[in-house]
């Protein structure tokens, strides 16, 4: 099973933030130039398997908390989006990443939080082994 640590190492390993500001669950302390992993709350459509079931997918939602410049955290959500919908076949902690499908056609701007720090999130379907 695909947990939501193995999507923070996975998005780690892209070189895009240090892994100490990639966190799950909570945005610890709302340190700028952070990334938060979380299960998408929003319900999917009902799996079908075609061609059999040796994959399963996990919905995620993507936090990019980065800093008072909405330029730059435009900029940096922009290449983790692309980063994360062009990889394929990636493995992390015995994970097989196959692919994943973006939900959103970009990063989706959402303001800013109480310190005017500005976040854009990004919601996705990893698709990954079983």
Not at 13 to 37: M, R
Not at 54 to 65: A, F, Q
Not at 115 to 124: K, S
Request: charged share 25%; net charge negative.
């Amino acid at each position: 099973m695909l947990t939501l640590k193995d999507v923070a190492d996975y998005i780690a390993g892209l070189g895009i933030v240090d892994a100490d500001h990639i966190w799950i669950g909570k945005l610890q302390d709302k340190v700028e130039k952070s990334i938060g992993v979380y299960p998408l709350k929003r319900p999917g459509l009902p799996r079908q398997p075609i061609g059999g079931t040796d994959h399963d997918e996990k919905r995620i939602s993507i936090l990019v908390h980065w800093n008072k410049n909405v330029l730059e955290t435009e900029k940096i959500s922009g290449m983790l989006f692309y980063k994360l919908m062009t990889s394929r076949n990636v493995t992390v902690n015995d994970q097989v990443i196959l692919f994943n499908q973006m939900q959103v056609s970009s990063p989706v701007p959402v303001g800013t939080d109480d310190d005017g720090i500005y976040e854009y999130v990004i919601e996705m379907d990893v698709y990954y082994k079983r």
